[in-house]
């Protein structure tokens, strides 16, 4: 079956960095699209960034596009979707999952910003920024 196992979260310092990933097995990597996602406690979970499936295309929102960075390995094999993030603040603090859906297109529709569109998700790794 479908896994998605993040890792890579923890305890930073605000202006801090972190690499978050996200290793996929179970499906055929190069046909899903790769999303990061993001739940902070008492409230919805908020899109952070998407990347197409041939890597040529991502997305972000407007709070992170600065400083937040998605990628992924599709050469290597190893199946694995990435977040740098870069200058942490105290409100980036949540757990973070990332999220596969199939998705064939090249462009990055506005409907995968909504958690409904995506097929699979992780477990999540939280991220604590204190203030």
């Known amino acids: 079956q479908v896994q998605l196992v993040e890792s890579g979260g923890g305890l930073v310092q605000a202006g801090g960095s972190l690499r978050l990933s996200c290793a996929a097995s179970?499906?055929?990597?190069?046909?899903?699209?790769m999303a990061w996602f993001r739940q902070a406690p008492g409230k919805d979970r908020e899109f952070v960034a998407a990347?197409?499936?041939?890597?040529?295309?991502?997305?972000?929102a407007r709070s992170v596009e600065d400083r937040f960075t998605i990628s992924r390995d599709n050469v290597n094999v190893k199946n694995t979707a990435y977040l740098r993030m870069n200058n942490l603040k105290p409100e980036d603090t949540a757990v973070y999952y990332c999220?596969?859906?199939?998705?064939?297109?090249?462009?990055?529709?506005?409907?995968?910003?909504?958690?409904?569109?995506?097929?699979?998700w992780g477990q999540g790794t939280p991220v604590t920024v204190p203030s």
């Open positions: 999220a596969a859906a199939l998705y064939d297109k090249s462009y990055l529709d506005y409907a995968l910003r909504f958690p409904s569109f995506w097929d699979y």
């Open positions: 179970g499906l055929t990597f190069t046909d899903y699209a």
């Open positions: 990347i197409n499936r041939n890597a040529d295309s991502t997305s972000y």
